[in-house]
């Protein structure tokens, strides 16, 4: 029997005080890991699979798998694009903030906090690569390095839906975030987001054609590689990132265990 939490009734009491409130189905784990998981709904493009981590050698408790963004903002020396899936077309424009287009998607909310669901229930999810700085500090470094990568300065997509492995009481909760516009009826917003979770558990159902690995330690390295840099080029390249820490461009935090995490102003694509 399919039984989804809030009931209705929860549903529309906490309707009264929020616009975006998360229902979820929730399943055994006992079949199903993150990556038979991700093996299924990855095929999509825009896909992630997320771990929250703990460090050490912990077990984090748990792993976030989402596809199918309702929008899709990239941005590229400038030129910006929101892709909406389903909804035609691509918008396409100059930008010199996109992190003020990254508030716009996500306009200021009433969310439903569910104390059964940790915090993450969906949202933006994406990356801000190191040449993000330029659009803010572009006067300060006037000669970008050549972009032998072509990806997007910024990508991200925004996810209303999302499969929450809780690897403590090994249970996965499938849950599709109910938004409430002012002028919407409950009832019919509710039923789609169940709706939209029926989904998501009937591909979680199909059989994954993952094959199984075989772990050989025993054999010898023979990958062949080939360094873009030269000896000179990299003991330059460290004596730069030398005077960078000097001039208080990259710092060096040695609060995170295990070891030293490099943060600045991104002066170079990576």
């Known amino acids: 029997m399919r039984r989804y939490y809030p009931e209705y009734s929860a549903f529309v009491t906490a309707a009264r005080d929020a616009d975006i409130i998360p229902v979820y189905r929730q399943l ?7 990556v038979s998981a991700f093996q299924v709904l990855g095929r999509d493009e825009h896909a992630f699979l997320l771990e929250s981590v703990v460090g050490g050698e912990q077990v984090a408790r748990y792993s976030f798998i989402a ?10 020396s400038g030129k910006a694009s929101i892709a909406r899936p389903g909804m035609g077309g691509i918008k396409e424009f100059q930008t010199t903030d996109p992190l003020a287009d990254l508030q716009k998607l996500m306009p200021r909310r009433r969310y439903h906090r569910d104390g059964k669901l940790p915090a993450f229930t969906g949202g933006l999810v994406g990356y801000a690569g190191y040449d993000t700085i ?33 690897h403590v009481d090994q249970t996965v909760k499938v849950v599709a975030n109910a938004d409430l516009p002012s002028s919407s009826d409950a009832e019919s917003v509710y039923r789609n987001a169940c709706h939209r979770i029926d989904n998501i558990v009937q591909r979680l159902q199909q059989p994954p054609m993952l094959p199984v690995g075989e772990i050989d330690t025993g054999s010898s390295q023979t990958m062949r590689f080939e360094s873009n840099f030269s ?14 820490i000097k001039a208080g461009d990259i710092f060096v935090d040695g609060t995170l265990g295990g070891g030293g995490h490099m943060g600045g102003g991104g002066h170079g694509r990576r």
Do not use: H, W
């Open 67 to 76: 596809t199918a963004p309702s929008a899709v903002y990239q941005v590229a």
């Open 28 to 34: 055994l784990a006992d079949c199903l890991t993150p």
């Open 231 to 244: 000896q000179a080029e990299f003991e330059a390249a460290v004596r730069q990132g030398q005077e960078y």
């Open 134 to 166: 330029r659009y803010y500090e572009g006067e300060k470094l006037p000669n970008p390095p050549k972009d032998d990568r072509r990806l997007p300065d910024l990508l991200f997509g925004l996810y209303n839906e999302l499969v929450i492995f809780d």
